[in-house]
């Protein structure tokens, strides 16, 4: 049974797409908000390999209601699904917490590597390796006030050496064996450095794509493997055109370039 990482890529490949759609559509209505989830799903689901849920979703549509039957749509599409959470806790609340998104029937998690190995994130890496499940780190966000945190100058625990956060989240996730590495698009520069510490062992996951800033051909070919884009397929007047030019955009680009 092929789990998460072999899962996407297979999807990506048949489908001819690397794009994941940010499912991020906010609301209080959950009645209209789910049919406007399962309409733009519908809509979009030629051009996309695998859609992302944010916690605002899972709040408004509850994860054993609409949230479920999202994953149930997208599933039956043949596309994968991915739990925004940012998990960043201790280890048996990681756990607590991944356990109900798994079960729910999401493929993989966003984690988040500030919490560290022991005591914290190693338990849902257990977990996701038990359960054939995913856990994507999220080693650069793409807002600008990500180099506060990301970007900072640390000292490595490991080896005492001075290095950009982001680099040793980069290094975690190749040490970890971590499905995927979050890397905004609106930084190629950190994505193209990722990607030279990844070595094409862990894939390369890029938000901020239109509606911050990122450009996603520039981030797949400094190295991103999947284009993370939300408000830009959704807020569109059409969805499944939007989709579509952003599938034709990227696949204008070299497959030596892009790096899948």
């Known amino acids: 049974m092929p789990c998460f990482r072999e899962s996407i890529k297979k999807v990506s490949e048949s489908s001819g797409t690397n794009l994941v759609l940010a499912l991020d559509i906010p609301g209080r209505d959950p009645q209209a908000l789910l049919r406007r989830c399962i309409q733009v ?40 699904t991915i739990m925004d959470e940012k998990l960043n806790d201790v280890s048996h609340i990681n756990l607590d917490v991944a356990e109900h998104y798994f079960e729910a029937g999401f493929d993989a998690l966003i984690a ?94 890029s938000p901020g794509v239109i509606a911050q800033g990122g450009d996603p051909s520039v981030a797949v070919s400094a190295g991103a493997n999947y284009i993370i884009v939300g408000r830009a397929i959704y807020e569109s007047v059409s969805p499944r055109d939007s989709a579509f030019s952003l599938r034709e955009r990227i696949a204008k680009i070299s497959r030596s370039d892009r790096n899948i």
């Open 41 to 80: 799903l519908d809509d979009v689901a030629p051009y996309i390999c695998a859609v992302k849920i944010n916690k605002p979703l899972v709040l408004s549509l509850s994860l054993k209601g609409g949230v479920s039957k999202i994953l149930d749509y997208a599933h039956n599409l043949g596309l994968m």
């Open 112 to 205: 988040n590597p500030f919490v560290g190995w022991d005591g914290g994130l190693n338990s849902i890496f257990s977990l996701a390796k038990r359960t054939c499940k995913g856990v994507l780190l999220l080693v650069y966000m793409s807002h600008g006030g990500a180099a506060e945190g990301y970007g900072q100058t640390v000292i490595d625990p490991e080896t005492g050496e001075a290095k950009p956060q982001y680099v040793i989240f980069a290094e975690e996730a190749l040490a970890w064996n971590a499905d995927g590495a979050i890397v905004g698009a609106t930084r190629p520069d950190n994505v193209r450095a990722v990607r030279n510490i990844l070595r094409g062992r862990i894939p390369i996951y």
